[in-house]
């Protein structure tokens, strides 16, 4: 058994596909190099004592009494502790070092680079067997559904999980396949512009969307959004018609961005970012004046295209700039790396 083990997860971009996660649909995201580093050291009991660096907080706990969940950051490791152990994984008393390179509430899944860096370094300090891509993200967003409060899907963590350099991934939320697509940009670039409001999906519309698209299922007797078909849409009551008829369009600008990679053709994927904001605006209505305001500023930079990035209602707006454009201040360039990984052993 080690006595020290360390683990990395990074955060992430989704470059189109935005609340398809949730709805069996398709995203595609990559892996970025900032994340979240969690140090693990075995303690001889069944303690858990948690140090969040940046915060200078400290938690301590017993294994089998995390509960009930204490909300911020603590929520997490306790979450992470508490659903390992419920989905039968091995674990040991432990202290904690939370640190790493992400800002919070950023829109850019510093929520489960903590998660998947947090099981990570619990189960390689317990000399578990690697859990795969699908089990891992399930329990990490088990710990965000029923620790933090919000109903996230599984994009974020099979990012964080499943990055890998130069390359995006087209996951397919149905089939369970994640394929990787290159991400060839010459010299153009994608950054990321903070819009400056903090969110929370827990206290965000976040869930209430997941609400209604699970009506608009139900109204129209289909077990997910994947099935619907455009006929369907003239059946739907507002606003659910728009919520759904963004999912089914935002499907569908995924696999046209694939098609823009694979031609090489950036201002062709700027033009579907462009789209993907304005549906994200219009229809399914997730977007902020703050938001907003960060978009037209990378446009007025000379973006190719923008777009609100995540669940929206705050959080960051992706843009990709061709050779030439100015990045407003603040925009932090973005391109893709390594996925989560054990460090040291
Ligand atoms: C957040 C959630 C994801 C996904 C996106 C929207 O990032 O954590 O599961 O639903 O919003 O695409």
Do not use: K
Not at 4 to 32: K, Q, S, W
């Amino acid at each position: 058994m080690p006595s020290h083990v360390a683990a990395f997860a990074p955060g992430r971009v989704n470059l189109i596909g935005e609340h398809t996660d949730y709805n069996e649909g398709l995203a595609l995201p990559f892996a970025i190099e900032a994340g979240v580093r969690v140090d693990a050291s075995a303690t001889a009991g069944r303690a858990i004592h948690a140090h969040a660096l940046d915060l200078g907080e400290r938690d301590s706990y017993e294994l089998g009494a995390e509960g009930p969940s204490p909300g911020g950051w603590r929520a997490f490791v306790r979450g992470a502790s508490a659903e390992l152990a419920a989905a039968g994984l091995p674990l040991r008393g432990a202290t904690l070092e939370i640190g790493g390179t992400i800002a919070r509430g950023a829109g850019l899944s510093s929520s489960a680079a903590l998660e998947v860096a947090l099981c990570l370094a619990l189960l390689a300090l317990a000399d578990a067997d690697v859990v795969p891509p699908w089990p891992l993200a399930r329990i990490c967003s088990r710990v965000e559904n029923e620790w933090v409060g919000a109903q996230t899907g599984l994009l974020d963590q099979l990012a964080s999980l499943c990055g890998r350099e130069r390359a995006a991934m087209r996951i397919d939320f149905r089939s369970g396949v994640i394929e990787p697509v290159a991400l060839e940009l010459g010299d153009w670039r994608l950054v990321t512009l903070d819009s400056g409001v903090v969110h929370t999906h827990a206290e965000s519309g976040y869930n209430e969307r997941r609400r209604e698209c699970a009506q608009a299922c139900e109204a129209l007797g289909i077990s997910s959004l994947r099935d619907l078909e455009p006929a369907m849409l003239s059946a739907l009551p507002a606003p659910l018609d728009a919520r759904a008829r963004h999912v089914l369009e935002e499907n569908a600008r995924v696999d046209a961005a694939v098609d823009a990679l694979s031609r090489g053709d950036l201002p062709a994927l700027g033009t579907l970012l462009d789209a993907s904001h304005a549906s994200l605006r219009d229809l399914y209505e997730v977007s902020t004046p703050e938001l907003e305001a960060a978009v037209v500023a990378l446009r007025d930079g000379g973006a190719a295209g923008a777009r609100l990035m995540g669940g929206g209602f705050g959080g960051s707006v992706l843009g990709l700039l061709p050779p030439g454009a100015l990045a407003p201040a603040g925009a932090l360039e973005v391109a893709p790396g390594a996925g989560a990984r054990v460090l040291e052993r």
